[in-house]
């Protein structure tokens, strides 16, 4: 019979490189989340700010125009962040448009909102955050 020696044998070395390899999988795996959650609030952005535009078009006030974007906002948004988790009206924009030749009226309404990643600090990244921004123009029929 033939003994193989302990420095031949293999035992381990998956073990080994899964060790190696976790970190990056790991990394990966957080920014694909994080990176979901950025475009996932953009889009919640742009909604709130088509339902401000929309909401404007029909006759409310811009004051009601930012306490509904900020309710939708605050209500949608996703920050796992937790530092800046929501909306004021400070940051709703209703602003009056002339469209094409001067003739069609409309309302531009943008709202911005600071999101804050959670796993940058983690990793040792300085950008900690980055706004986000959604703006609506619709023409007054």
């Known amino acids: 019979m033939k003994t193989r020696s302990k420095i031949a044998t293999q035992d381990g070395v998956a073990a080994v490189e899964f060790a190696i390899i976790l970190p990056f999988l790991v990394i990966l795996i957080f920014g694909m989340i994080e990176f979901s959650l950025v475009l996932y609030n953009k889009a919640m952005l742009t909604n709130a700010s088509r339902v401000g535009a929309r909401d ?80 609506t123009i619709m023409r007054n029929e």
């Open 56 to 135: 404007k078009i029909v006759g409310f006030s811009d004051s009601d125009i930012g306490n509904l974007v900020t309710a939708y906002c605050n209500t949608h948004l996703i920050n796992l962040g937790g530092a800046n988790n929501s909306v004021s009206a400070g940051d709703v924009d209703v602003a009056p448009v002339i469209l094409a030749n001067g003739t069609k009226e409309g309302v531009s309404v943008t709202v911005t909102y600071d999101y804050n990643f959670l796993f940058a600090s983690l990793i040792g990244l300085n950008q900690t955050s980055i706004s986000l921004s959604g703006q």
